[in-house]
């Protein structure tokens, strides 16, 4: 059993450094701020990874598994009222073993959901981050979910592309939760060789499937790695456009050159009848890592149009910077968006994952940046609107960010429109919060506190 409070980890970068998870669920009050919070954000600030309490094995230990563990910060009236991180399952559920999401969290249908990719159903957290159970959609998901729903303010709806190995060989599952939070739609869509679908993209026509060549290998399995995920150099990349009212015999799919794709920023319909989406796309992954994502081919931010008449997909690439981790205004969610902001991603070797936060115009296509100074890097930059505000980058960049030189988190915010006034407030959190995946802005509003 591995020690995973030994830092650095020379067995798995992954367990190391900010990577390892943190001991203790923290509560802290009245947070130390430098500068000032807008008065405007209310509500909390969220965050979900992995935070495993144990490995059998360092060696074949991969960074995607290990219990979820939430952290969070509450702002009312300019102050940060409080920091704290939980389990998203009870120490009763973990020793059952039962696994609690590790990937994502927010709010949706009056509660707060965490999230995984790869079959476990949502686990419901209350507003204090307590856990409460594994629920299913109040028992109306019949297979996985993800942890990367795609939400249409028009419709309320959730809709996400769901994966599951073992039990989903052939097929993966597109599922559509209405805004009362029960299951409306679940279409069972033939794929093969069971894809690692991480994620998806949506427009006001199409839900838009990712069949991309990294998918289960039983050579790793019997190698005793318990992800079983690896680059497949023989399969087809693809993308599929399917019409959200028709059925798997309707999808249009579309040839793509062989890639890997974590993440979309957006996707729209065009004027001229085809899709556009911005991404961050790998040229391969997992080709001899078998611990994570990031030690081989970095990510670009590309932009792929689909045309479903020829069935072709011309792809363009907007930046060669490594980065990862896209958000945008999501009033422009479904919409033609002209800016997205994304966390730069370090070479391998650093003691940062990340870099600085990215802001592109894809319409002028130019790049601001907000370099955080020496050892210091922005994760995930989640986009909350101002509350006044018209234009489309009219708001603030909530970033968590590791400084290495002292080992120390703060939870940080931006103003989207200017990167270059840094700092808005700096928010200092009591432990640091490992490198994890992703998070949202929940404001009181959409939630009943409890």
Request: overall charge negative; proline content about 8%.
């Amino acid at each position: 059993m591995t020690d995973l409070q030994s830092r650095p980890n020379i067995e798995n970068k992954y367990l190391a450094g900010n990577f390892a998870p943190v001991e203790s669920e923290v509560t802290a009050h009245d947070l130390p701020v430098v500068g000032e919070i807008p008065v405007e954000l209310e509500g909390r600030w969220l965050r979900n990874g992995p935070n495993p309490e144990s490995v059998d094995d360092a060696v074949k230990h991969h960074w995607f598994l290990g219990q979820g563990m939430v952290h969070g910060v509450r702002l009312r009236g300019g102050k940060a009222e409080w920091y704290k991180n939980r389990w998203v399952l009870d120490s009763a559920d973990r020793v059952a073993g039962l696994f609690g999401a590790n990937t994502n969290v927010g709010g949706f249908a009056g509660t707060t959901w965490a999230m995984v990719e790869g079959g476990n159903p949502p686990v419901e957290v209350s507003y204090d981050l307590e856990s409460r159970s594994i629920n299913p959609f109040h028992g109306t998901l019949d297979g996985p979910f993800t942890a990367h729903p795609k939400y249409d303010s028009a419709t309320g709806e959730l809709h996400s592309m769901n994966y599951h190995w073992p039990d989903l060989i052939d097929h993966v599952n597109y599922t559509v939760v209405g805004s009362d939070g029960h299951v409306t739609k679940n279409l069972a869509i033939p794929v093969a060789d069971m894809p690692m679908m991480h994620d998806m993209s949506l427009t006001d026509k199409y839900a838009i499937i990712y069949d991309l060549p990294v998918t289960v290998n039983m050579d790793v399995l019997v190698e005793g790695y318990r992800f079983p995920f690896k680059w497949n150099p023989d399969r087809a990349a693809r993308v599929g456009l399917l019409a959200r009212n028709g059925t798997a015999a309707d999808i249009v799919w579309c040839d793509v050159d062989p890639c890997y794709v974590f993440h979309p920023l957006n996707a729209y319909d065009a004027a001229d009848g085809t899709v556009v989406v911005d991404l961050c796309r790998y040229d391969n992954l997992m080709v001899e890592d078998r611990q994570g994502p990031f030690a081989e081919a970095p990510p670009t931010l590309d932009r792929w149009v689909i045309d479903p008449a020829t069935r072709r997909v011309t792809e363009t690439r907007i930046s060669d910077r490594p980065q990862e981790f896209p958000r945008h205004n999501p009033r422009f969610g479904l919409k033609q968006h002209r800016f997205g902001y994304t966390s730069e991603v370090l070479p391998a070797g650093e003691a940062n994952l990340h870099g600085a936060t990215l802001k592109t115009d894809f319409e002028t296509g130019t790049v601001e940046a907000y370099e955080y100074g020496p050892g210091r890097g922005g994760a995930e930059p989640v986009f909350v609107p101002k509350a006044d505000g018209t234009a489309e980058d009219a708001g603030w960049l909530l970033t968590v960010a590791y400084d290495a030189t002292t080992d120390s988190s703060d939870l940080c915010v931006l103003d989207a429109e200017d990167l270059g006034r840094g700092e808005v407030a700096r928010i200092a959190l009591p432990q640091r919060v490992p490198f994890g995946f992703h998070g949202n802005w929940v404001p009181d509003a959409s939630v009943t506190p409890n």
